[in-house]
Nanobody
Framework: QSQPVESGGGLAQPGGSLSLSCSTS????????VGWFRQAPGKKREGVSC????????TYGESVKGRFTVSRDNEKNTVYLQMDSLKPEDTAVYYC??????????????????????WGQGTQVTVSS
């Protein structure tokens, strides 16, 4: 598996929306669970959401439940994070990460579990009026 690349970050107003994408150069992302994480200045990295290889299982952090939606298009080798009702506290660098083991039925929001082997460079999301 290759290093993923995030895109779609930027500036949004409170209450607005942004959509992030995570893709790789290979065509086997479909075999792996993918996690979304974020880190704000001076704060620990936080698990945002994750999705199983087939998209059957999704998990969300408490702070984003009901506002963010994770999905994937395995034909396009891409995982998405739709972020709605954005709040200033959502401001952070967002990273996607790929599971080291293919075909896992579940995923985790624990970033230092050793579960995720490939991390993207991150994309900045800023929520401000």
């Amino acid at each position: 598996q290759s290093q993923p690349v995030e895109s779609g970050g930027g500036l949004a107003q409170p209450g607005g929306s942004l959509s992030l994408s995570c893709s790789t150069s290979g065509n086997n992302l479909r075999r792996y669970a993918v996690g979304w994480f974020r880190q704000a200045p001076g704060k620990k990295r936080e698990g945002v959401s994750c999705i199983s290889p087939g998209g059957i299982t999704t998990t969300y952090g408490e702070s984003v439940k009901g506002r963010f939606t994770v999905s994937r298009d395995n034909e396009k080798n891409t995982v998405y994070l739709q972020m709605d009702s954005l709040k200033p506290e959502d401001t952070a660098v967002y990273y996607c990460a790929i599971d080291r083991t293919p075909f896992s039925a579940t995923c985790t929001l624990i970033s230092d579990s050793g579960r995720y082997a490939f991390w993207g460079q991150g994309t900045q999301v800023t929520v401000s009026s």
